[in-house]
Nanobody, 117 residues
Framework: QVQLVESGGGLVQPGGSLRLSCEASSRIVGIYTMGWYRQAPGKQRELVAVITGGGSTNYADSVNGRFTISRDSAETKTTVYLQMNSLKSEDTAVYYC?????????WGQGTQVTVSS
């Protein structure tokens, strides 16, 4: 069982930047997909960005060119980052980290990102 802990959310002005972190409770190897979804009030949860064990990435059109997902695999843990630049009010949402390993799926508790002046 993999537990995910997110951090890095907060309040930022439009045009600003934030970096989210998602730390897995163990080092993840092999075939997997790890990344970020978000859910704004009254809307469905949507994909933001994901990265595979092989390093391939996929971004939502709305964040492509502004957000960058990356991964750090240390000896005992794997951490995924989401660097968010040029933030807009429409990026306001709860951001959830997730991991998919074959049929296994786990979610973090979520971290709030608010973009407002």
């Amino acid at each position: 069982q993999v537990q995910l802990v997110e951090s890095g959310g907060g309040l930022v002005q439009p045009g600003g930047s934030l970096r989210l972190s998602c730390e897995a409770s163990s080092r993840i190897v092999g075939i997997y997909t790890m990344g970020w979804y978000r859910q704004a009030p009254g809307k469905q949860r949507e994909l933001v960005a994901v990265i595979t064990g092989g390093g391939s990435t996929n971004y939502a059109d709305s964040v492509n060119g502004r957000f960058t997902i990356s991964r750090d695999s240390a000896e005992t843990k794997t951490t995924v980052y989401l660097q968010m630049n040029s933030l807009k009010s429409e990026d306001t949402a709860v951001y959830y980290c997730t991991i998919q390993i074959e049929s296994y799926n786990s979610w973090g508790q979520g971290t709030q990102v608010t973009v407002s002046s």
